[in-house]
């Protein structure tokens, strides 16, 4: 059977409402209603039961795991599919917080694998906007052990303890696994992380769901898996315009930061990896193969191995690309 060639792919917006979520998200699917309270865009997912779908072109209405298993390194790159075969190993949101999310922190690879069978969570923030006093919470305010955190859970003083760091346009962290955090209200990002959907709840703010009841905790589970080592998670990167600036590089992703003025030539790391634009910025074009796929602002695409080059061409907007 022919197999179509590979081209930019753009897959269509899976959108989860949430207790905290907001409207920012809305327009993204025509069939939710203004008022529903959307908190995530998953833009590029494997994630069983929310594997993202194609947008358009010759592979319309495939699910990105049936793309992968047809296409395999031509899709994902040599290296990578060496490693995680016919598993898609990052998962893409943009992530709107009308409320404060739940202070939460991710199991890493290895306790991830031991007690739920997949992989940790390591991820990044973008941050697209934020209100005047938007926030983020990382880490503890003071230094912590042990016997601390037991007794401030015991206490209920959790929320007294927290690392409060006000953001703005820009701002980048890197949540490492086992570092306490949550997005507050008022701020709208791209989150980067690995395929992986387990997040243990340590505080929910004593609010309820539309059912008026509280939110599962999972206090031990945490305390197996917090890291108590101060780190700062702020990352600081250049800004130059028309070349790639490195911001997170770890062994799960590598991230740059990328703002194109005019046109940008951008050569990709095929044939070992993908890559994904996300337009964090405004309305532009990527050109391939003098064919024109337009990408708007808060759309993403997935970069197949195959293509080693393709141009940027926006009238000043940002992106993030990303590879493993």
């Not at 016919?86 to 991710?106: G, M, R, T, Y």
Request: hydrophobic share 35%.
């Amino acid at each position: 059977m022919h197999k179509p060639e590979l081209y930019p792919l753009k897959f269509k917006p899976i959108l989860k409402k949430k207790i905290w979520g907001g409207q920012h998200l809305n327009y993204k699917d025509k069939s939710v209603s203004e008022d529903t309270k959307i908190g995530e865009s998953w833009e590029i997912s494997g994630v069983e039961g929310s594997v993202s779908v194609v947008d358009g072109g010759a592979l319309e209405g495939q699910s990105l795991n049936t793309v992968l298993a047809n296409y395999k390194e031509e899709l994902v790159g040599q290296s990578v599919y060496k490693r995680f075969g016919n598993e898609f190993p990052l998962l893409i949101k943009f992530i709107d917080a009308k409320e404060n999310l739940s202070v939460q922190l991710h199991p890493d690879d290895k306790i991830a694998k031991t007690k739920h069978n997949c992989m940790g969570k390591t991820e990044m923030w973008y941050v697209m906007n934020a209100e005047k006093d938007g926030f983020i919470i990382a880490d503890f305010d003071r230094p912590m052990n042990k016997n601390d955190y037991l007794k401030a859970v015991k206490n209920k003083s959790i929320k007294d303890v927290l690392n409060h760091i006000n953001v703005t346009s820009g701002d980048v962290f890197f949540i490492a696994p086992g570092l306490i955090h949550a997005i507050g209200s008022g701020v709208l990002l791209a989150e980067i992380q690995q395929t992986s959907d387990i997040t243990y709840r340590i505080y929910d703010w004593n609010r309820v769901d539309e059912q008026g009841k509280f939110r599962t905790l999972h206090q031990q589970e945490a305390l197996d898996a917090i890291d108590f080592t101060s780190k700062d998670p702020s990352v600081n990167y250049n800004k130059t315009t028309n070349s790639l600036n490195k911001v997170v590089y770890n062994p799960h992703f590598k991230t740059d930061y990328l703002h194109v003025n005019g046109e940008f030539d951008l050569d990709l790391y095929s044939p070992e990896s993908f890559c994904i634009l996300i337009n964090v910025g405004v309305d532009a074009e990527i050109v391939f193969e003098n064919r024109v796929f337009s990408i708007a602002q808060q759309e993403t695409y997935l970069i197949p191995a195959t293509i080693s080059r393709l141009k940027l061409k926006a009238n000043s907007s940002d992106f993030l690309v990303v590879h493993i």
